[in-house]
């Protein structure tokens, strides 16, 4: 990413393509900024007198102080008063910093899905955007002579400190350490800079002269933010996080010591503070604007309000059938592959392993048993498949013999395994080896030899990268891998990475520089056979390019086609490639493009129960109200519940008997994400800590999909799948399962791919811009589906419905809905209220679950737990408060704020669901320490399951037929030994549960098929 200090580094056609995606969004941001055109819904407008995570900025006069209060710029009088928006509030616009002659605000905004410098007259006319291209540029500041800016840019390969000169828009670096260095800060004479650095050998608050010289003002543990100069160029102030304290510091540049100024109890906001005079100074702190005398130890509170409007989204959901009927084509068509001589197509639908041949439309199952069966592919010469099974316990490396359909094991090992791929000669398997924790597909690279079974490291551990593809010769794997722009922030991009086998360092090559790749899956890079070419998916199209014989790019690009393109594979030839069409396979011959249909006729259909069942329950809670039917009978008709009665000896149908039992509805998980490589006990999991319904807010689609579509037919064992695809993002990814959209036309390309696959939600991610996000909100609504986000403001201006965590991942570095230390203030809190966004807060994320573990002696005790979970993973979970507080100071001693918070938006209205993030913590175990922290916090047992049943079947759209036991509804529910009403750890004593109207006690769920 090191890029020359001014030359564009981009081809002339791709900063056309730049410019087009900018001028693209601002074109949709004029056509789509007012609020009353956004949404249908009912409007409301929010009075805030508090911000989280707000910046301030005193004019030079005094007179004015300008603010970001949730990605707006405001100006409010300096004693305070009504606020006037100066920016739109579209763009994400933070960190403001005034002109020397007060005349314009500049800011950091991420309009065109990058942060850049921009500038704004004070009355709000004048917008102009001042820096471009591909890279963020942050925490600008005001020269004090008005020629130029100052600002942090991570341009040349990491975030150093840059200025520009605003007559001729000429850059300068001023920092060229290979750490970061970031939020510069002008004396008020121009002669030195402060900074932020990360120098592992000091990092701290530094000081840069005219003459270039670097000095360190002082050494600091802990994060660091936001350093400004008093007046007379004597003191540094600068915000220090220390995990126990959030707090203000001050440094005399003489004596470069650095003492605290505020109390440790004040939630000092990591931003710049601003000087009134040599005496008096400005900054925000716990949600306020406070003024503040050197020396002195109160602060004086400059109060203001400002008004937005929200909307409460009003539309038409999807309607869902899930009653037993016509079958339904199977779209859940995983790792599809084609044989060498292009006659047969290998793909996973259903939990099992399939063959198509041309010519044909019926697959055969080459698997068909109760396990999981995933990631076929051919070897070169035809004969033998290798393929992933859980079937002897944990996901091992299978050989299908195409002649005779013996299989084989040919690798186990401690961890379960992922993305097989053939060598050219046939002799060795490359495959990932996950980890104890096996989550978000962490993988070592390895490779194994056919004949001899002897196993070879080839790399190791790699973040979720995609399946590896062999050079010809056998001496170098390509893969698609995640390449960060700087270790400040740790998004990047998608880039065909380079292993060779003979020792050579990796190489990362990108086919148009700055340019993701698509998902990291079995979306390429895929080397031909002839090593002629590489096939990749790129803004959602296929692609092909030229390359050498070590992987090296020695052509253009050349795109094959016009559709959404997933998974390609080639034949033994070269001449075809064959790929996913949204929901159909084709393939597509590179020597005139043409493109051909597979006809696939697959169907599946709802498992569920038969006949009549009886449950004669001692309490029956509901899911709406806060007090037990007792002593009832739950009758319930094939899948349905037919009526719920006063309990009657001798009822026809199948009797169980609950009669010293509690009867709850099944309960609903709102934050998850998995992968085929936990295998098939994942649905069993779910289901034996009562969870029979979840909600995967993001994934590899057609892995998701196959797993819905799986656990619905009874193919495999578990709960109801509510899903989305990959998490809709922008510029710059993190996760394998994010997906770069880069163009207006790939948007409408992955929008159309939502409608024709059945997504349940679209989850756009942090690097969308909003201006994207409202066009993404306006198509779901159309189509009947909610769409959910990191963000609330400006996402609740035009309807988005959802939102994700009360902390998680910001592009900012801090959050706009909670602080460094966990406070969560009014703005939040009455914009949640009062637009009715559902929240699911994951406070188990955020410390619940080892806060929970440290209260309950008995915690990991839990009989599910300890049968799915390996006693390695258990260690590690029991360790890993102490881990995380190392990496994360005051995790743990600050959680108690997120409790606080919780409850407050519960007790004033807001609406609140459950869910966890697993597996970041343990799948399942997370939603019940979820509900625990909730009570422990103050909620009753009532408000959590409430939560955590119908108020999470309102929020995917699916009341009408869950969350909650009523007549007329889907007989999903769960049977508990105790009052779960009284003391909610009861929730998880689990003894029978039914989905669909089939019953499972909890041996049948903890033993394998």
């Known amino acids: 990413m090191l890029m020359p200090k001014y030359k564009s580094p981009f081809s002339t056609v791709f900063i056309r393509q730049v410019k087009l995606f900018h001028g693209l969004c601002l074109i949709l941001f004029s056509l789509g900024n007012n609020p009353a055109s956004a949404s249908v819904g009912d409007t409301t407008q929010v009075r805030l007198v508090e911000g989280t995570n707000m910046a301030i900025a005193v004019s030079p006069d005094g007179q004015q102080i300008a603010m970001d209060v949730q990605g707006t710029i405001w100006v409010v009088p300096r004693a305070g008063g009504k606020a006037k928006p100066i920016t739109d509030g579209m763009g994400d ?54 020629k130029s800016l100052l600002f942090s840019s991570d341009r040349a390969g990491n975030y150093d ?86 707090s203000l510091l001050d440094i005399d540049v003489k004596q470069q010591k650095a003492v605290a100024v505020t109390p440790p109890e004040e939630d000092v906001f990591p931003f710049r503070t601003s000087w009134l005079s040599g005496k008096e100074f400005v900054y925000s702190a716990d949600g306020k604007i406070k003024k503040k005398i050197v020396g002195k130890k109160d602060a004086e509170i ?101 002649a005779s359909g013996e299989q084989k094991e040919l690798v186990k090992l401690d961890y ?46 790699l973040f979720v990268p995609s399946q590896p593809s062999w050079s010809p010769d056998g001496k170098t794997i390509a893969l698609s891998g995640l390449q960060v722009y700087s270790t400040r922030f740790r998004e990047g991009i998608n880039k065909i990475m380079l292993v060779s086998l003979e020792g050579e360092p990796d190489r990362y090559v990108s086919p148009v520089e700055e340019r993701s790749l698509g998902m990291r899956a079995k979306n390429g890079p895929a080397w031909s056979p002839d090593g002629k070419s590489m096939a990749y998916v790129q803004d959602g199209s296929l692609w092909v390019i030229a390359v050498d014989r070590k992987g090296g790019l020695v052509g253009p690009p050349r795109r094959l086609t016009n559709e ?49 069942t009886v449950v004669h329950a001692g309490k029956v809670f509901d899911g709406k109200n806060d007090r037990y039917l007792m002593n009832m009978d739950l009758i319930v008709k094939d899948n349905r519940i037919q009526d719920i009665l006063p309990h009657k000896a001798g009822r026809a149908g199948n009797l169980v008997d609950a009669s010293n039992k509690t009867v709850i509805p099944g309960l609903f998980e709102m934050h998850t994400h998995q992968h085929a490589m936990t295998g098939e006990k994942l649905g069993r999991l779910w289901l034996s800590f009562g969870i029979t319904s979840l909600r995967e807010t993001g994934a590899d689609p057609y892995d998701a999909l196959e797993r819905k579509e799986s656990w619905d037919s009874g ?35 992955e929008l159309e791919r939502s409608s024709r696959l059945g997504y349940d939600m679209i989850k756009t991610y942090v690097r969308m811009p909003d201006i994207l996000q409202q066009r993404i ?58 637009s009715q966004m559902n929240i699911t807060p994951t406070a188990s994320l955020q410390g619940g679950f080892y806060a929970m573990a440290a209260k309950n002696p008995s915690f990991y005790d839990n009989v599910q737990f300890n049968t799915f979970y390996t006693p390695e993973y258990i260690s590690i979970m029991k360790n890993g408060a102490s881990t995380i507080e190392k990496r994360l100071p005051g995790y743990l001693k600050n959680f108690g704020q997120i409790q606080k918070t919780v409850k407050k938006l519960i007790d004033g209205g807001a609406r609140v669901t459950a ?4 597996p970041f913590i343990p799948y399942a175990m997370s939603l019940h320490s979820e509900l625990q922290c909730w009570v422990d916090g103050g909620i009753t047992p009532f408000q959590a399951l409430r939560s955590a049943t119908i108020w999470s079947a309102e929020a995917v759209g699916v009341s009408k037929d869950l969350g909650s036991l009523e007549k007329g509804k889907l007989a999903d529910l769960v049977i508990v030994d105790g009052d779960p009403l009284k003391k909610i750890e009861d929730a998880w004593n689990i003894q029978m549960v039914m989905k669909n109207g089939i019953l499972y006690t909890l041996d049948q769920l903890l033993k394998r098929p």
């Open 93 to 146: 616009d933070r960190q403001p910093s005034w002109s020397v002659d007060g005349k314009r605000v500049a800011f950091q905004s991420f309009r065109d899905g990058y942060y850049h410098i921009w500038a704004v007259n004070s009355d709000g006319t004048g917008l102009e955007q001042l820096t471009r291209g591909v890279f963020d540029e942050r925490e600008p500041q005001w020269s004090p002579d008005g």
């Open 161 to 246: 400190i840059w200025k520009m000169n605003l007559e001729t828009f000429e850059l300068t670096q001023l920092t060229t350490d290979l750490a970061n260095d970031y939020c510069p800060a002008y004396s008020s004479n121009g002669d030195a800079i402060a900074f932020v650095s990360e120098r592992t050998q000091a990092p701290g608050i530094y000081q840069l002269t005219k003459d270039g010289k670097e000095t360190l003002l002082a050494a600091q543990a802990g994060k660091l933010y936001a350093p400004s100069w008093n007046p007379d160029g004597t003191h540094v102030y600068f915000n220090a996080f220390t995990g126990s304290s959030s």
């Open 302 to 402: 400059i109060p203001f309000e400002a008004l937005v409007t929200v909307t409460t989204p009003n539309y038409t959901r999807k309607p869902y059938d899930f009653d037993k009927g016509a079958g339904k084509p199977v779209k859940g068509i995983k790792g599809l592959n084609v044989s060498p001589d292009g006659t047969k197509y290998l793909f996973s639908a259903l939990g099992d392993i399939w063959m198509l041949k041309k010519g044909e439309t019926v697959p055969t199952p080459l698997t068909n048993d109760p396990y999981l069966d995933a990631d076929p592919t051919w070897s070169p010469d035809g004969k033998t498949i290798a393929f992933l099974t859980d079937r002897t316990g944990q996901m091992t490396l299978w050989l299908h013999d195409v």
């Open 416 to 461: 379960d395994l992922n993305y097989p791929s053939w060598s050219p000669d046939g002799t060795r398997i490359a495959f990932y080896m996950g980890d104890s924790r096996n989550s978000w597909g962490m993988g070592t690279l390895q490779a194994v030899d056919v004949k001899t079974k002897e196993i070879t490291k080839l790399h190791d551990a």
């Open 564 to 612: 959404l393109t997933e998974v390609p594979s080639w034949t033994a030839d070269s001449k075809t490639l064959v790929y996913m069409a949204t929901d159909s396979i084709k393939q597509i011959r590179l020597s005139d493009g043409a493109i051909e249909a597979i006809p696939l006729t697959l169907n599946w259909d709802y498992k569920a129960g038969q006949g009549v």
């Open 715 to 749: 193919s495999l064992v578990g709960p109801r799948e509510f899903f989305t695809g990959g998490l809709t993002d922008g510029s710059r990814i993190y996760y394998g399962l994010a997906n770069s959209i880069h163009s207006t036309a790939q948007l409408d390309m």
């Open 777 to 834: 909100t306006a198509f779901a609504h159309a189509h009947g589906i909610p769409v959910s986000s990191h963000e609330i403001f400006p996402a609740m201006r035009y309807g988005v419905d959802q939102v994700e965590h009360i902390g998680g991942t910001s592009r900012r570095g801090y959050s706009p809905k909670i602080t460094a230390m966990n406070h969560t203030y009014q703005d939040v809190l009455e914009l949640l209220k009062k």
């Open 915 to 918: 869910g966890t993030d697993s």
